[in-house]
C-alpha cells in the first residue's frame, strides 16, 4: 500500500538527490510535464541512474501516443522501475498497450516478468472520462488509478478549477469521484492528485483527511514538505486500528449475527468489510514501512 508518491523532475539532479530524504513511499521521476523537450534525453539517463537499484523508484512517461514514450521505456526500463505512471491515458487500452510492452522490455533485459507496475492517470483527456470501467480486469499491472485536473481543465478551455476557497469546482470535483469509482470497480487503489499549493501545510492537510474519509488510499505530493502530512493522513490513527478491532471482535464473538450495536451505533457487513481492512492496512504498515516515515 502507497500512501505517498513523490513526483521528481527527471532533469533535476538536485532534487533527485534530496528525494529519498522526503520519505516518501514512492518516488515518481517525471519525464512528462515537468521535463522540457531538449531536457528529456539527459532526464532519461538520470532516471536510469536513480532507478537502479531502488525498490521505491517509479517512472512517468509520456503518454503512449506521443512518440516519445517508447524511448523513454527503452532508456529506463533496464533499472526496473518498480512502476510506470502512465500520463494522459484515453482508456485501459492504453494501459494494456503499455503492459503488452513491458512483457517485451522485461524479457529483453532480464527484469523479472511482471514486475513493474501501471498507474494510469486516468482523467486527463475528456473521452477518458466515457471509458473509466474498461480497467476493471484489464492487466494484472494496475497498480491503482490516479487523476489529474491540470490537463483536463487545459482540454476543456476552462479559466478555473477551484473555487475561492480552494475547493474543485464540479467538472474536476466529478472526475475525482469518477476516479474513486473506477478503481474500486477494477479493486484496485485510489490515489489522489497533487496539491499544488506546496506552502499551504493546512489546506494540504485538511484535503489529505478529505481524501482518505473518501476511501482515497493515498496521493501525489509535489514537494518534500508535504510528505509527512499526506502519509499521516492515509495512515490509520490509533483509534481507528482500536476501533476496528472491536468490530471484528464483535462478530466473531456472535457468530451468524448481521447487525450489531457498538456504543450504540448500528454495526453490519460494510462495517466489518472496513474494519479489516484498517487492521490489515495498520499490520501491513508497521511491519514493511516501519522506520521509513518520520
Ligand atoms: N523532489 C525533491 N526535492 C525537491 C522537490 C521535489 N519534488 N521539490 C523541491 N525540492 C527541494 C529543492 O531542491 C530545495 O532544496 P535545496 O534548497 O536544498 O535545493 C528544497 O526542496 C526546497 O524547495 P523549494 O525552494 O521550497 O521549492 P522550489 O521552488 O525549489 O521548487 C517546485 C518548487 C514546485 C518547482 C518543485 O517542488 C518541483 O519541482 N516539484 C515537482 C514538480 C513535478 O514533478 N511536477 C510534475 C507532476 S505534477
Ligand atoms: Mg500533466
Not at 172 to 195: G, H, K, N, W
Request: glycine share 6%; charged share 30%.
Amino acid at each position: 500500500m502507497i500512501r505517498s508518491f513523490l513526483f521528481v523532475p527527471g532533469d533535476s539532479e538536485r532534487k533527485l538527490e534530496k528525494a529519498p530524504d522526503a520519505g516518501a513511499d514512492a518516488i515518481i521521476v517525471d519525464l512528462e510535464d515537468s521535463v522540457s523537450a531538449e531536457n528529456r534525453p539527459r532526464a532519461r539517463e538520470l532516471a536510469r541512474e536513480f532507478i537502479e537499484g531502488r525498490e521505491d523508484a517509479w517512472l512517468r512517461i509520456n503518454p503512449v501516443d506521443s512518440g516519445e514514450a517508447m524511448a523513454d521505456l527503452q532508456a529506463v526500463m533496464p533499472a526496473a522501475p518498480g512502476g510506470i505512471v502512465l500520463p494522459k491515458a484515453r482508456s485501459a487500452d492504453d494501459a494494456t498497450r503499455l503492459a503488452t510492452k513491458l512483457d517485451e522490455l522485461e524479457s529483453r533485459f532480464d527484469v523479472a516478468a511482471g514486475h513493474t507496475r501501471i498507474l494510469p492517470l486516468c482523467t486527463e483527456r475528456p473521452r477518458a472520462l466515457f471509458s473509466l470501467d474498461s480497467y476493471v480486469g484489464a492487466t494484472p499491472r494496475l497498480a491503482g488509478l490516479t487523476w489529474g485536473a491540470e490537463d483536463l481543465s487545459a482540454a476543456l478551455g476552462a479559466r478555473a478549477r477551484r473555487d475561492e476557497d480552494g475547493n474543485w469546482l464540479p467538472p474536476y470535483e466529478m472526475a475525482r469521484s469518477l476516479c474513486l469509482f473506477a478503481a474500486a470497480a477494477a479493486e484496485v487503489p485510489a490515489i489522489d492528485t497533487v496539491y499544488t499549493d506546496f506552502r499551504d501545510a493546512k489546506g494540504l492537510a485538511s484535503y489529505a483527511a478529505r481524501a482518505a474519509r473518501d476511501g482515497f488510499t493515498g496521493m501525489l505530493a509535489i514537494h518534500p514538505a508535504q510528505v509527512a502530512t499526506i502519509n499521516d493522513a492515509f495512515s490509520p490513527s490509533d483509534d481507528d486500528v482500536t476501533r476496528a478491532e472491536r468490530i471484528i471482535a464483535l462478530f466473531r464473538d456472535n457468530p451468524g449475527a448481521g447487525a450489531l450495536a457498538l456504543d450504540g451505533e448500528m454495526i453490519d457487513n460494510p462495517h466489518h468489510v472496513l474494519a479489516r481492512r484498517i487492521v490489515a492496512l495498520a499490520k501491513w504498515l508497521k511491519t514493511t514501512q516501519e522506520g521509513r516515515t518520520q
